[in-house]
């Protein structure tokens, strides 16, 4: 943590340099998105330090910040977690992987579906 209290929300509200990338043609689709993907990396760094702490306790039956905040996963730890992290973000992206895996296949997408059912 940093010496000034604030300072944390000072470098979390920075602007970015440069354009702001533009995935839909409605800009709050993006923002939802950017919102996502942000809650995303959170949970997933959660999902971390509870790791951390669960290890932690195993190993030594107490915990104290330092530890948490000093501890480095061995060889094993890290790959559990890579492959924990590999299953979570699969999870969490299930449907657009399902949609491109469609689209190589020669299906038609959902909004071409949604489409047709439109016109007729």
């Not at 993907?37 to 915990?63: N, P, Y």
């Not at 299930?94 to 047709?116: F, L, N, Y």
């Amino acid at each position: 943590m940093s010496d000034k209290p604030l300072d944390w929300m000072l470098r979390a509200n920075a602007k970015a340099k440069g354009r702001r990338p533009q995935y839909f043609d409605d800009p709050a689709l993006d923002r939802m998105l950017s919102m996502l993907m942000a809650l995303i990396g959170e949970v997933s760094v959660m999902r971390e330090r509870l790791d951390t702490v669960e290890r932690l306790l195993e190993s030594k039956g107490t915990v104290t910040r330092a530890d948490i905040e000093s501890y480095v996963p061995d060889r094993e730890a890290a790959f559990e977690r890579g492959c924990l992290t590999h299953e979570y973000i699969s999870r969490v992206m299930r449907a657009v992987q399902q949609d491109i895996a469609a689209m190589a296949a020669g299906e038609p997408s959902v909004e071409d579906v949604r489409k047709d059912l439109l016109e007729s």
